[in-house]
């Protein structure tokens, strides 16, 4: 029976160490290297703790093996700790694809799989108290009609592939996060319609329902690469909408809160916010993703570290150490 060496054990673990361990591979990206043009293969693999990349090279005996895996194969993965410009990234001397009966048998998938810290359960709970909340009848009833038409699906999928909230049943649990911190903010702004937010801040990523696929580690579909989230969720609040008969200017300010829920076009935004809804929707979306970063930060950091490593959506490291009272 294969083990599991938690990746920030491996991380904190002497440079030279020889490991071996059950692990979960995330992506493989085939690149150039700069020096000799010649291919080289991204590997990023990892468990429900953190996750590293390393390079591997076709003189590699491990090449041709990264070549074919897809992202949520279990493999065994055998090397030494190694780090590099101060990142750790071990040298693979092994690597074999595990078959479903080694899997089954050590519940490698349940063991490694990354998923939202809290319950599925507590968050659905969460998410109808919060839906509940709102006053309006026919907007309450558009939002339920959503939510019991892609339940199953929604509460499954990651909020996105690497960004923030990139796990299992992570758009649930962004989803919460969000509406309560604009639940807990809105007293603040008294100018802002409290119905049109929060129906803002609930089903402003449903679109991710059909933007991700349900694979272990998720990937694009074909609809979510052709439209996006922002396109797919404008479809499907309209199309209830407009079954339920919401009124007209409600419902032309809950579709420009979708569409421009991302601030800015170079973000993916279709517009620009321009009510007081859609910049708060925008902004609290964005306070969320940004925690959401942090937070796995901190997670994936082993506790020898000052700080974690930088982060793409962040542009910046964290410091890791906890804050002291004396």
Sequence with gaps: MYDIISTLDLKS????????????????????????????????VG????????????SSPVFNLFKTVKGGTVILLEGITKQYNGTFSPEITFAKELSDK????????????????????????????????????????VIIDIFNEIEEPFDRKPA??????????????????AAKAGQSLLPLYPFIDYDLA?????????????EYDDEMVAQKTKIGILQGHLVIGYRIVRRVALQNKLDDSLLERLE?????????????????????????????????????????????????????????GLDAKILVEKVVHK
Aim: aromatic share 6%; hydrophobic share 40%.
């Design 47 to 58: 468990d429900k703790n953190s996750n590293f990349s390393c390079k591997i090279f076709g």
């Design 102 to 141: 080694e899997i089954a048998e050590g519940d490698f998938e349940k063991k490694l799989l990354n998923c939202a810290t809290e319950g599925c359960s507590s968050l659905k709970d969460d998410l109808e108290k919060i839906i509940n909340t709102v006053s309006n009848p026919t907007l309450r009833q």
């Design 256 to 312: 420009h809160i979708l569409l421009s829920h991302h601030d800015l076009p170079e973000y993916g935004a279709a517009v620009r916010p321009a009510t007081p809804e859609a910049f708060f929707v925008a902004l609290v979306d964005n306070l969320d993703a940004k925690m959401g970063m942090v937070e796995q930060l901190l997670k994936a950091t082993p506790e020898c570290n000052v700080f974690s490593d930088r982060h793409f």
């Design 13 to 44: 673990a002497p440079e030279g160490s020889r490991f071996s361990t059950a692990i979960m591979v995330l992506s493989v990206d085939s690149k150039t290297s700069a020096k000799n043009n010649a291919e080289y293969l991204d590997v990023k």
């Design 198 to 210: 929060i129906a803002g801040l609930v089903l402003h990523d449903i679109g991710k329902v059909f």
């Design 160 to 177: 996105g592939t690497s960004m923030h909230h990139a796990y299992r049943n992570g758009l649930l649990e962004h989803t919460v996060h």
